[in-house]
């Protein structure tokens, strides 16, 4: 079995070599390890995206805006990623961000992944009839596990999902309560005890 150090290492160097720079392959290295550890075809995607590239170049998308169409081929699920990545701070006053045509989309995924890290929120990803949620890089939930090749996404939508808690603030003021049995009163005894105590400064 492949190690995940492995993983991210032949990445970065096959995107070098498929003409992308340093910088970016560093990212995709990055990503390819994460779709491969959370259980995620991702050497196999790349493997055959770059095979595609070699026989047609796929559209740049450099800017994002809240809707985003081809003009002829799909989307390099590369550079859309990395522009997204880029621009997601300013991208969350959107509510909701549409795509159509993106080539290999699991390779896309990550770069969401590592987006929601980076403004702290949770986004949820459709791939057509693929769902995926993403929390803050840590974990993706999915209604669908994938081990084979996504040659094409058609319709590609993300949401940005609002931070809210999951309990009731009854429920947390009743464990809060719980909690403070654990809180100890301060006292002459432990003033005596507590560090630095007993310590003369003589300077």
Request: glycine share 4%; net charge neutral.
């Amino acid at each position: 079995m492949k190690s995940l150090s492995e993983i991210d290492t032949v990445s970065k160097r096959a995107t070098r070599a498929a003409d992308f720079s340093w910088g970016i392959a560093e990212e995709v290295g990055k990503n390819i390890r994460l779709l491969e550890m959370f259980g995620l075809p991702g050497i196999k995607n790349l493997n055959y995206y770059y095979k595609s590239r070699n026989k047609k170049n796929f559209e740049k998308l450099n800017h994002i805006t809240a809707e985003n169409k081809t003009k002829e081929l799909e989307f390099c699920p590369i550079i859309a990623g990395v522009n997204f990545m880029d621009q997601v701070k300013t991208l969350e006053n959107l509510n909701e961000i549409r795509f159509e045509k993106i080539a290999y989309p699991l390779l896309f995924l990550p770069f969401i992944s590592r987006a929601s890290e980076i403004i702290g929120r949770k986004l949820f990803l459709k791939i057509d009839n693929k769902e995926f949620l993403l929390n803050y890089n840590n974990s993706i939930y999915s209604n669908t596990l994938t081990h084979g090749i996504l040659e094409i996404g058609n319709i590609l939508s993300i949401k940005f999902l609002k931070n809210i808690d999951f309990f009731s603030e009854n429920e947390w003021n009743e464990l809060y309560k719980l909690s403070e049995d654990t809180f100890v009163e301060e006292n002459d005894s432990l003033k005596k005890n507590a560090a630095g105590a007993g310590l003369t400064d003589n300077d």
